[in-house]
């Protein structure tokens, strides 16, 4: 069996997606995701351009070769352009791996390990009551944990909060990139912020009990020492986790951020290789491994990273909202279901247009997700539909201070 050919395919049904197909000589055809959140364009040049015509003639069931000749061939290594092109093809490659032989990936790497995974999902809102709405509208669709994200007093628009008089407000999650040829600017105070969060949650765990899983994500906005000064005031409700409390690209900040709390830490969804989780883990400086297949090569890496956490006994918190496509999320769940440090599934909901675009196997069933039973990882693409949502300029916001400096976003 070789690679006939690699076709890459942009569609936007809601927002853009950047989806390989691999095609072998015997007619059976492989998916992966290379979505890049506001940068997707980059991604299917590198695809079409540069990946693409070096996959003619390879043999698909090599999939550790092809992986290690697009990495180390390339001599530029790392980088989310490039690893988001090498996750799509290894994505690929296990899908038609999994159809050949007739079995789900999870299947290949060491059969089921549970029944089904735990998943988290989204509630926001931008006073108490519709946040409290938001979080009873999660638990009545089935989810047994939730993401607590609120409007903060003197921040005009935050990331992550759902104007539920709105249109979008009904759905379960948000949309952070919005259409047009700007990013939106949204502004910050981390003062304010530090501040307001704890009380939210002390009106949470009032009203919901102390056995609900909460989790809250600062995205990467704090220092250290402002980081550490959340995670205390957030111990006394009994976090499940706090997410990227400041940039992880300055990882020696975490060990300030280990000595002042016991709240425990997810890092890494803007992660894309392993040498970005080596001091993380090795210290001990996390909890759970936040990255996704799409932005870190694809499952195989993912899997040799969660063998490596697995040594100190770190989970996995896999990156899953919309920017990555059905395509990497059953590619993540496949891992997930097969590992034994699982941890906990990220999971906000596609829009129908997606879910028709991209036709799926995987379900969500009293709060656990599986990938399916359908061969390889359970996912097609129907491109006559796709064709009708061409690619939209999108962008992630920016942040900027009261004073109208930038910040982290």
């Known amino acids: 069996m070789k690679i006939l050919s690699a076709e890459v395919m942009v569609t936007s049904p809601d927002r853009n997606f950047v989806t390989l197909k691999v095609i072998t000589d015997d007619g059976v055809t492989g998916l992966g995701d290379a979505t890049l959140n506001g940068r997707e364009l980059a991604v299917a040049s590198y695809l079409r351009d540069h990946i693409a015509p070096l996959l003619i003639g390879r043999n698909p069931h090599q999939i550790e070769d092809t992986w290690q000749y697009l990495y180390r061939g390339a001599y530029w290594r790392r980088g989310p352009v490039t690893m988001a092109a090498i996750a799509a093809v290894d994505m690929a490659l296990w899908d038609i791996k999994g159809k050949v032989a007739g079995l789900p990936v999870y299947q290949l790497l060491g059969g089921a390990y549970r029944v089904g995974m735990l998943a988290y999902g989204h509630a926001s809102g931008t006073t108490y009551a519709s946040l409290s709405e938001s979080i009873h509208a999660h638990l009545e669709r089935g989810f047994l944990a939730v993401r607590v994200q609120s409007s903060v007093p003197g ?11 709105e249109p979008s407000g009904v759905r379960f999650g948000y949309e952070p990139a919005d259409r047009g040829t700007r990013p939106v600017e949204e502004d910050w105070d981390s003062a304010a912020y530090i501040r307001y969060v704890p009380k939210v949650f002390e009106q949470v765990r009032q009203e919901f009990g102390a056995e609900l899983p909460l989790l809250h994500d600062a995205h990467h906005r704090l220092t250290p020492i402002e980081a550490a000064k959340l995670g205390q005031r957030l111990e006394p409700y009994d976090m499940f986790w706090l ?17 002042h709390t016991i709240t425990p830490l997810a890092i890494g969804e803007v992660f894309n290789a392993v040498w970005d989780f080596q001091q993380l883990i090795s210290e001990q400086l996390i909890d759970y491994v936040r990255a996704s297949a799409t932005h870190f090569g694809g499952i195989t890496p993912l899997r040799k990273v969660m063998d490596f956490a697995a040594l100190y006994q770190i989970r996995s918190g896999f990156h899953g909202p919309t920017d990555v496509s059905p395509v990497g999320l059953a590619a993540q769940l496949h891992v997930g279901l097969a590992i034994h440090n699982f941890g906990i599934q990220e999971y906000m909901e596609h829009s129908d247009a997606t879910n028709t675009v991209f036709r799926q196997n995987m379900t969500f069933r009293n709060g656990l997700m599986h990938p399916g039973e359908a061969p390889g990882l359970g996912v097609e693409l129907d491109e006559e539909l796709a064709a009708n949502f061409p690619y939209q300029a999108a962008y992630l916001p920016v942040t900027r201070l009261h004073d109208g400096s930038m910040h982290d976003w």
Request: include cysteine; charged fraction near 25%; glycine fraction near 8%.
């Open 155 to 165: 921040i005009r628009k935050l990331y992550g909060v759902v104007n539920h008089s």
């Open 243 to 259: 997410e990227d409390c400041t940039p992880a690209e300055n990882q020696q900040g975490l060990r300030l951020v280990r000595q």
